[in-house]
């Protein structure tokens, strides 16, 4: 059975920027104006959206329904506003998560004096029932010196995020499901079997199960699917560490 690895590159995102009004966006599905039927979802992973606002930019109220909304902030901080009462500012490591449900409303806005930089991703749940629903996990609440750390479990769409710290030089498993969803934050990561499976004298591929490595930069993604015997590994590559997300979903 062949594994099938689809890599993803930052630069062939559908590029979705207002830069009057200092709003950069970088969408890894279709989205908005940029219809792709060949690249709706990936199981329940809907949308992985890169998003960077100057000082005093942000998204004014808009409405979203029947979506699981995960934000994950790496530079500056997200001022959060919504419907249901809370009002909330995100910051790096920080992970938000709003279940959108039959309908919620809500703002989003740097109102900080620096850039602010975050990832958003939406997923379709599995009913579509419920009310809106808000959580925020604080950095400081969650392992900092854990490899593989689980910092939100999304029962409402069978789906685990995890963060991974690699060094160089250390292999690091990547978390086993039916379907994952690898993004790098930063850092040069490769990944490919685990190294007790690789043959001898062919480091670039598995053989026996036809899966060559892969490298990825920051803003690189990968979609993993039709799970095959035998683990992958991810390790940082080069001299520096670096850090990824990772999304583990059922289908």
């Not at 599995?126 to 010196?145: F, K, V």
């Not at 969803?181 to 062919?202: C, I, T």
């Amino acid at each position: 059975m062949v594994r099938v690895i689809d890599v993803r590159r930052s630069g062939d995102r559908y590029r979705g920027s207002e830069p009057p009004s200092g709003i950069s966006s970088l969408h890894a599905f279709s989205f908005g104006r940029h219809y792709d039927p060949d690249n709706l979802r990936f199981g329940p992973l809907l949308a992985c959206n890169e998003e960077r606002l100057a000082p005093g930019a942000g998204f004014d109220e808009h409405p979203h329904s029947h979506t699981e909304i995960v934000t994950w902030v790496t530079e500056g901080e997200l001022t959060h506003q919504d419907s249901t009462g809370h009002t909330t500012v995100v910051r790096p490591g920080d992970v938000q998560h709003l279940s959108a449900a039959s309908g919620v409303r809500h703002v989003e806005r740097n109102d900080g004096p620096a850039p602010l930089a975050f990832l958003q991703m939406w997923l379709a749940p599995l009913t579509w029932d419920g009310t809106p629903a808000y959580s925020l996990i604080r950095r400081e609440d969650l392992p900092q010196d854990h490899l593989d750390t689980v910092v939100l479990t999304l029962p409402a769409a069978a789906a685990t995020l995890h963060h991974l710290q690699l060094t160089p030089g250390r292999p690091q498993p990547l978390p086993e499901a039916p379907l994952r969803y690898v993004h790098v934050l930063n850092g040069e990561v490769r990944f490919g079997p685990a190294p007790a499976e690789a043959p001898s004298g062919a480091p670039e591929a598995d053989v026996r199960h036809g899966t060559p490595a892969a490298e990825l930069g920051p803003g690189d993604s990968a979609r993993i699917g039709a799970p095959a015997e035998g683990p992958l590994t991810l390790m940082a590559h080069g001299e520096t560490p670096a850090e990824l997300l990772v999304w583990a979903m059922e289908g």
